[in-house]
């Protein structure tokens, strides 16, 4: 097995016009790998699937060739490969590039940075997804220009991150875990049997849950009809086809979900101070105008009007970019530290 310690955070030259970076985005139903010229204009990228089911070997291995076959296209041949920045799921040691735990790839204690290190002989940079689109976002996207910046990502869970002076703060390790905050003490269950998390309030899931009830009771008749109640198939593009359909049921819950995250913004904004909020993933992709309108003025009754009165809350603008892009960005930085 290869070592786990962080050779490959070594100083490097600068990226030169001839120099490409690798972003990659790792997520639990697809792989992106995204190559980037020294000013962060995409030059190629390659897709697979993730195909978890097969177990973390295999995963690795898709990896592995998802990197190989973009960085052997002819277009980047004349070009030389400077490091990999890479956005994962779970909890994850940016120091040493091990990804501790996450259950969805079948991983425990992987050591994923070690191992690209030796295939590909070129630094490697391991951190977070949501942190890397977020960091994507700041750099490239809705929160260029802003020095203190928040990311709020509703999807399947609840993703979050936190950028404070310019940097991406980590606390001991993994904070910006937004999604976990209690917002209901005696709610529903959510990760960790934690209650009343924000994610267990407001993530797609949760709404696909009480949205599955709904349809069933005849609530919901679209969605019944076109998406049924298996909460697999209530995805962000049903339940937004749902509302526009005329299924005020539907609506009623997303409304609810996006006043639960407003509720959280308002206290991130009595905590932080930040300058913007982001929000991005699928729900806020679909359904911008719901959100935007719910979760601001839950914020603003939430929190004190001399600290939010001046936060933009922005809608995220890079949508399946916003991970390579900062991942890139993120490698690109360390190169020459």
């Known amino acids: 097995m290869p070592s786990?310690?962080?050779?490959?955070?070594?100083?490097?030259?600068?990226?030169?016009?001839?120099?490409f970076v690798i972003g990659f985005d790792l997520g639990g139903t697809k792989l992106q790998a995204t190559a980037l010229d020294c000013s962060f204009s995409?030059?190629?990228?390659n897709r697979k699937k993730t195909r978890a089911?097969?177990?973390?070997?295999?995963?690795?291995?898709?990896?592995?060739?998802?990197?190989?076959?973009?960085?052997?296209?002819?277009?980047?041949?004349?070009?030389?490969?400077?490091?990999?920045?890479?956005?994962?799921?779970?909890?994850?040691?940016?120091?040493?590039?091990?990804?501790?735990?996450?259950?969805?790839?079948?991983?425990?204690?992987?050591?994923?940075?070690?191992?690209?290190?030796?295939?590909?002989?070129?630094?490697?940079?391991?951190?977070?997804?949501?942190?890397m689109g977020l960091y994507g976002e700041?750099?490239?996207?809705?929160?260029?220009?802003?020095?203190?910046?928040?990311?709020?990502?509703?999807?399947?869970?609840?993703?979050?991150?936190?950028?404070?002076?310019?940097?991406?703060?980590?606390?001991?390790g993994n904070a910006g875990e937004l999604g976990h905050m209690t917002i209901q003490v005696d709610g529903p269950f959510g990760a960790e049997s934690m209650r009343g998390t924000l994610?267990?309030?407001?993530?797609?899931?949760?709404?696909?849950?009480?949205?599955?009830?709904?349809?069933?009771?005849?609530?919901?008749p679209w969605l019944l009809q076109n998406a049924g109640t298996?909460?697999?198939?209530?995805?962000?593009?049903?339940?937004?086809?749902?509302?526009?359909?005329?299924?005020?049921?539907?609506?009623?819950?997303?409304?609810?979900?996006?006043?639960?995250l407003g509720i959280a913004m308002g206290s991130l904004v009595n905590i932080f101070s930040p300058e913007a909020i982001i929000l991005g993933g699928g729900l806020v992709e679909k359904l911008e105008d719901i959100y935007m309108e719910e979760s601001v003025k839950a914020m603003k009754e939430n929190s004190f009007t001399f600290m939010s009165k001046d936060v933009k809350v922005l809608a995220a603008a890079l949508g399946d970019d916003a991970v390579v892009m900062g991942a890139g960005k993120l490698v690109s930085q360390k190169l020459d530290r």
């Open 4 to 19: 786990q310690s962080p050779i490959y955070f070594a100083k490097m030259n600068n990226m030169t016009d001839q120099d």
């Open 42 to 45: 995409i030059l190629a990228t």
């Open 53 to 131: 089911v097969a177990g973390g070997e295999e995963v690795y291995q898709r990896i592995k060739d998802c990197i190989a076959e973009l960085a052997g296209l002819p277009e980047l041949k004349r070009r030389q490969l400077k490091g990999i920045g890479l956005g994962g799921p779970g909890i994850l040691d940016s120091d040493t590039g091990v990804i501790v735990y996450t259950p969805n790839l079948h991983w425990e204690n992987f050591p994923l940075g070690p191992r690209l290190n030796e295939d590909f002989s070129v630094p490697v940079c391991l951190e977070n997804d949501v942190n």
């Open 138 to 172: 700041f750099h490239f996207g809705a929160g260029k220009g802003f020095k203190h910046v928040i990311g709020l990502f509703p999807g399947t869970g609840i993703g979050g991150g936190l950028i404070l002076n310019g940097e991406l703060y980590r606390g001991t």
């Open 199 to 220: 994610e267990a309030l407001a993530s797609r899931l949760a709404i696909a849950k009480e949205a599955a009830v709904l349809a069933a009771q005849g609530e919901a």
């Open 230 to 260: 298996d909460i697999c198939n209530i995805r962000s593009g049903s339940i937004a086809k749902s509302i526009q359909n005329g299924d005020k049921s539907i609506e009623r819950i997303v409304r609810r979900a996006a006043r639960y």
